[in-house]
């Protein structure tokens, strides 16, 4: 169903563009410039490989656990649902969250850390800045550009944060997108959700994904309070729900409350504010936000996950192996580069630690697995 769209939110017809000129769609094809951006990437190789990316348990380790693509898709999804709600661009909000995570390294954050810190003397290594480069640069499928084209909104979405330095070292390619940084200027109202959008998905699958693997005790989470009072009026509508229907009730019931509260604070800001185009919002403070009290139970349920699960002995175990591996093939292919397929060695020519960190962060965990067991034995 088609929402009209409010004045502050981002449309097709004040779309900064792409920027290399591509006739419009045919008009009886009915897609938009976002949807054309959500199409392309979903299409695009790199976003097939989200499948066999870590999202926080290796992928290996069970079939019900979330990985980088069922994790970008509940992002899209709880997206979506809020952007509905506040007349904002659905299909910008979707072709960002499906493509948020595109940058993302095999293993999850080990591998970032670990190729960040090969690339230490070499600019360093972001994931957000990564994403970009996948749809600017990486992806090969027309005959006259490089990446997929996409729209400076989409685009705008995915750098949802860059270093000052990279800022500088990638001026003439980053121009407006890196200009809002140093400007202190705020994304569309679409972007500042999709980034929402992924604290949410992640916060409450990661429960979910916790609790199964064991390495979370369902009832450690009462000591937070987004946890405990949700478990209080489940069990009061559920007096006898245990185990994982529990689970899931309660998550349902974060989930609701969550959305809930973002929905209605974001709508009491832009009524205060009173954006009146997209270009109003790039000047406003952000808009799309929790209120003070949720926010506040946000904050401690993602430092509980942090200590608990995150930093739990059994994933960073894991994860150390990984750092391992990445370490390893870094060394290898800067002194063996003939190992890197043939279509990569052409990426910048002139950089080959970055060219390796392009090739590495490309890699799914099986892939990641296999070269090095290849190489290293
Ligand atoms: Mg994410």
């Known amino acids: 169903m088609n929402v009209e769209l409010a004045l502050y939110s981002a449309q097709a017809k004040t779309s900064l563009g792409r920027v290399h000129p591509e006739p419009s769609e045919p008009t009886n094809s009915g897609r938009n410039p976002f949807q054309r951006d959500r199409d392309r990437i979903l299409h695009c190789a790199a976003f097939r490989r989200l499948e066999y990316k870590t999202q926080v348990f290796l992928n290996h ?7 980088r693509l069922t994790h970008s898709l509940e992002v899209a999804q709880i997206g979506r649902a809020i952007a509905r709600r506040l007349q904002l661009n659905e299909d910008l909000v979707e072709a960002i969250s499906l493509a948020h995570d595109l940058g993302h390294t095999p293993f999850g954050h080990a591998g970032q850390d670990a190729l960040n810190a090969c690339m230490h003397q070499h600019d360093g ?20 550009f490089n990446g997929l084209n996409l729209s400076y909104e989409t685009r705008e979405g995915i750098l949802k944060h860059v270093s000052r330095k990279n800022i500088r070292i990638h001026q003439n390619w980053l121009g407006a997108l890196a200009d809002r940084f140093e400007n202190n200027l705020q994304p569309s109202l679409e972007a500042q959700l999709a980034n929402i959008a992924d604290e949410v998905a992640y916060s409450n699958h990661d429960i979910d994904d916790g609790i ?31 185990g994982r229907r ?3 009730e309660v998550i349902r019931h974060m989930l609701h409350v969550l ?39 946000v904050v401690e349920l993602k430092s509980f996950l942090f200590k608990n ?7 960073v175990d894991v994860t150390h192996e990984a750092a391992t591996q990445i ?11 003939r190992e890197i397929p043939a279509h990569f060695r052409v990426q910048d020519i002139n950089h080959p630690h970055r060219r390796i960190a392009h090739y590495i962060a490309g890699m799914t965990d099986r892939f990641a697995r296999s070269e090095f067991m290849r190489f290293a034995t």
């Open 61 to 67: 380790e069970g079939d019900d656990f979330r990985t």
């Open 125 to 144: 290594f972001e994931h957000n800045l990564q994403s970009l480069w996948v749809v600017d640069e990486l992806e090969e499928r027309y005959p006259t």
């Open 212 to 242: 199964r693997s064991g390495l979370l005790e369902m009832d450690s989470l009462n000591d937070t309070e987004l946890w405990n009072s949700r478990r209080h009026i489940v069990l009061k509508l559920y007096p006898n729900l245990e």
């Open 246 to 248: 529990l689970r899931h």
């Open 259 to 297: 959305i809930d509260d973002l929905v209605n604070h974001s709508k009491l800001l832009i009524a205060q504010y009173h954006p009146k185009s997209i270009d109003d919002v790039r000047h406003l403070p952000p808009l799309i936000s929790f209120s003070d009290g949720m926010q506040h139970q």
């Open 309 to 315: 699960l995150y930093r739990h002995p059994r994933v």
């Open 327 to 337: 370490n390893f093939m870094f060394s290898f292919f800067l002194e063996n580069p």
